[in-house]
């Protein structure tokens, strides 16, 4: 068990470290017909096997468009209350868009999204005893209108068809002071800016139109803890299956609704059932949003009973995104409750080769 804990902190250092390309929705005279330049920055959520370390108790989980690959941590707060190394890491891919996205074409994307949608994660944990964690899951997209590389440039709204024709005039111009064919196009230092910038209003505002867009998710994990944080001993304590629908209200809002189904080990050791039904509010836009949330325990020993909470949601440029929330909820017996917090830092790789 050793390996996968190390294998996995490679591959989120590897998330860390990656850098942007410039993508470009057209090129040579002609709408890019590849994936890769279609990809919008939006809110990366957290990765099923993620959710299933309580690294927080909200239940909830959230459907985004897909990504190549994303990385969430938590709990970077040591006992003393001084930022340490965070003690959960997940990660989460996509396996068929990994292999195909340098050449893989909007059309082949669109005939086949179920399963380039398809995701693995994993994630570790340590607790205050030093004992590991080691979760795996698989999430799917049933619906996702939020995806710009399923529609590519051509007719998926007027504005960013408006901005492709503008693009495919400055190669138009371009050709004409290169010459005829078979010479190559040569872009001016102008004319590159310009190609950038409309490139990158297409997707801003994709990403500000539609970050609320329609979607359904459903996704699956299981956990199992061991002795130490070497992985020693690891033993199955928890499954969970969630299914989420998110609805958008205008250009400001998006309302999810989600329940989880599965089962958990208690303190015990024995096998208790562990069903929720939660509902979230988000209001603000791509780059900034707010959220509030409310929680019920339909049949769970091992979840709090209710949990009321709300939070923010914040785009930090080129490297990744904040999450930030503090609540209140019950115990799993209904009594007592107290206040919960939560902190992420997540982050993905905007293009891969």
């Not at 909830?60 to 890491?89: E, H, M, N, Y």
């Not at 699956?220 to 001993?233: E, P």
Request: with cysteine; glycine share 8%; aromatic share 10%.
């Amino acid at each position: 068990m050793r390996r996968p804990f190390r294998q996995l902190g490679h591959v989120a250092a590897l998330v860390v470290c990656a850098q942007a390309g410039r993508a470009q929705i057209v090129r040579d005279l002609a709408v890019s017909p590849f994936v890769k330049d279609y990809k919008v920055d939006f809110a990366i959520p957290d990765a099923p096997a993620f959710k299933l370390l309580d690294v927080d108790e909200s239940a909830i989980l959230r459907p985004q468009t897909v990504r190549d690959v994303s990385a969430a941590f938590d709990a970077f707060r040591g006992q003393s209350g001084s930022f340490v190394v965070p003690k959960q890491i997940g990660v989460e891919f996509s396996p068929a868009l990994i292999i195909g996205s340098r050449y893989l074409k909007v059309s082949d994307y669109a005939t086949q999204r179920f399963l380039y949608a398809t995701r693995l994660s994993a994630a570790t944990s340590r607790d205050t005893l030093n004992r590991g964690q080691l979760a795996a899951g698989i999430r799917f997209s049933m619906k996702d209108e939020q995806d710009l590389r399923a529609k590519g440039a051509d007719g998926t709204d007027t504005a960013v068809t408006r901005m492709t024709k503008a693009m495919l005039t400055v190669y138009s111009a371009a050709r004409n002071h290169s010459g005829p064919p078979p010479a190559p196009i040569v872009l001016n230092d102008d004319e590159k800016k310009l190609l950038e910038a409309l490139s990158d209003s297409i997707k801003s505002y994709w990403a500000d139109h539609y970050w609320n867009a329609n979607s359904v998710e459903i996704a699956f994990a299981g956990r199992a803890s061991t002795v130490d944080s070497l992985g020693h001993d690891p033993k199955f304590d928890s499954f969970g299956a969630w299914g989420t629908y998110a609805n958008g209200i205008g250009g400001w809002g998006q309302f999810l609704l989600g329940a989880k189904v599965g089962t958990a080990r208690d303190s015990a050791g024995k096998f208790h059932p562990s069903n929720t039904l939660a509902a979230r509010l988000y209001i603000g836009s791509n780059a900034l949003k707010a959220f509030v949330e409310v929680q019920n325990a339909i049949d769970s020993k091992t979840d709090a009973q209710w949990l009321g909470n709300s939070g923010v949601e914040l785009k930090l440029a080129s490297i990744g995104w904040i999450t930030t929330s503090a609540g209140v909820a019950s115990t799993p017996s209904g009594d007592k409750p107290h206040l919960i917090s939560s902190f992420k830092f997540k982050t993905g790789i905007p293009g891969l080769p």
